[in-house]
């Protein structure tokens, strides 16, 4: 029994990364890594009729064997986290599996179940792509990294710095298209007849992505057009700064933590 | 008489940002958010014929819903501030009343009653774009954030290098518009016919939006539009670089003001 | 002959910016700012012939108007000049009339009184530019801003970092284009049928200014341009946060010289 | 003998940057640099068949004597690197040759001489190309500036960051292309029919590149665009704000290093 136990926190720390007493990634997970980065790459290409016309079979099999590796995976992940004491007896097993992270690994193998047993194929494209949330796995592991803790120190650090430069956005948004609206709704009622049409135009502009489907004709609508991209490179600017400054702020607190001082001589 | 001004002390302390008492808005404030955003949604949506075509009953009615809200929020306000000090007596309510919010608080109700009561439909599309502007009411409210403070503060410090990158873009812009024009103004008179036509391709290379309505034909053109590209990419670097410095510093500001120290250790 | 010097003196200090005792512009130069400004814009407009259709009598006779008016303050200028200490005497002046300031001035008159005389058209748009180079006044009067020289150390100390991501951003394009030439160059002559041809597509993605002239058809062509689009964004960030670390360094040695100190708190 | 011996030590000092005791490059380095530079532009343009057609014969001669040079730097340089340490003896010799920078500076030369002597002009293409590879050369000898420190420096300490970014954009490309496939697959078959095709979309979105070959024409399909856009925006902003930062410390560093001081007033 002893002997049970202490296979399962052997397994426990392999399967878990915030078990894993070491650095980095145990080898079990570096192989989990692996394969859902591959079922991801072969999910995507699987979508491609040339691609999949090439071999339909193998996707077909490759499939079935991805499917049945994170099939294994679950009730022994299921199993092994009985050695984390969060999540003692069948009350905490339970809380587990309600877990996001185990959601997660549930979607990694329910859909390749699920699909092949459906007769239709109405919703097949979407179950297909469910696949495609394993991806969702590796985020789960970065989370441990130092670097992790950086990127989301910075942004919620100056969350409402960051909220209010998207909230500027909306407003400039929203009167940039209410006045394209105004200017050349007359003229091309298809792309600037209302303002939910014309802010398809403005979020182009603002974001500077510029797609060109639509673009203003009259002199007073390319005015604005020009003001508009010239208040996007001002909204590129602000999210832009205050990141820097926030990553400036968190690189040096992780500076101060492990060195006891803010200066680099010390 | 007392009571009654113990009352509008209480309904001041409620409706004016800047009197309430605790962090964030008061729940009446926080009201009014949602109903301004909501209407301002509403304002959008309804300018989209097919959107609108499908209640147009109900549209109308949501709009005199909130026209009335905004109609009795009005002298409420304008009565409350009897108790703001700097307010008091009809001088102060007179001197409230022109002031930029309570103007914005006007216009948020007074086209609602107004537009039912025209006649023709002229500038019924203005007068309805009018209401958009309520959503000005959410930038007051915004004012009164830490995180404003940073972005107001990191703006204004650096306003002159701001302006500086402005006029030097706008520099920028003149020379390439007046070089694509003497290039390619023979070649696509409809483009490059004059510098001001020649501006229009001009923001949008700088901005990097490049639409691509028009674009340069000649190698001469291309080499200028290539450089010109590459200056944009300066232009996007100068006020994002110097935002990024001046919100390193508010942020540092707010935290010496806080800990009395400029350093983390201390 | 002291009153003259006295007046020379006066002048002097009303027309150079650098030799104004106080901050800011002497009211001599706000009134030169303007006009400059003025006369840029028309010169600017003038080039529409729809614009300049309107009222050519009109815009000629500004042009007079201006012309004089720079004609005058030429000479006053050069005179007023002797009382600086660098400029004195005849040789003085001669140094002065050929130093770039001095050459701006001239230009700024020269082409409004040759234009109207010259017989023909044929180089007659090149010269009614060369106005445009007025417009070069306006940096001459920036130089002595306190954000001029923020603007300008940040440039200079981080020139060799500036100058390298350049460089790196030379060879992106270079080879970009080498491989589109290779992978589509069969396909699309006209496009990238050779590698100065491909370079316009390269700075164009790299710059994610994008017009969608060109844009590769082949899978590895896509491959290519997604690579380099990704490319393009660490071309923006480079030299951003070079910027962004240099006018973080010279706000800093600002406030340094003034306060005595580095930290906020002293 | 020893005068043989210094000779090659003289001229070691001439040609390999490492070993040349003063800052900056040796003049041969120099004028390495500039033959370099110069042959690059050269196979750039001999690309173009227009402007080859002008002088093939000037091409192919200038070809030959870069050829030539590389062919006889060649030998000069392994002969050299003997008194280098680190390749003494014909075993450090072979070690040197199969070094990055030899295998760089053999495929200089060789294509010159091996693609006049093939017969047909199946790789002709490919072959003159690898000539290009010259350009590396400037890179090698950049990397021994301060400049070069900094930014290699700013890169490899926030290596993580910048890849757990990158990987945040993976993320975002492939759900916003499943987005989009499952949006507007069924309507636009060749633009979004498969995950693949619909990622060309969004990698031009999330850079702000914005071909506009394809672009969403969906209401569905413009929300998950617009949502793109402002999530590329995001993108751009998450690795300059983390260069900012790093550039900022490695600045920083090189200060304290020179100075022994993190202070200005130091």
Known sequence: MAEAGR????????????AYQRDGLSPTNRAVVCIVAVSS????????????????????????IFGILFLVEYPVR???EGANPRFRGVQGRIRYAISPPAIIDLIAFLPSLVVPLLPGTANFMLLRL?????ILRLARLGRFSVAMGHLSRAVTDRREELLLSLMLAIFILVFSAAGMYLLEGENDTLAFGSIPRAMWWSVCTLTTVGYGDIYPHTVGGKILGGLTSIAGIGLIAMPTGILAAAFSDAFQRTRVARHGDATWTA
Chains 1, 2, 3, 4 share one sequence.
């Open 7 to 18: 296979l399962r926190q052997a397994i426990w720390r392999q399967v878990d990364p915030e």
């Open 41 to 64: 790459i072969i999910a995507i290409l699987e979508t491609e009729p040339t691609v999949e016309d090439m071999a339909p079979r193998a996707f077909a099999c490759l499939e079935w």
């Open 78 to 80: 299921l199993w092994a």
């Open 130 to 134: 469910f696949r495609l949330l394993r």
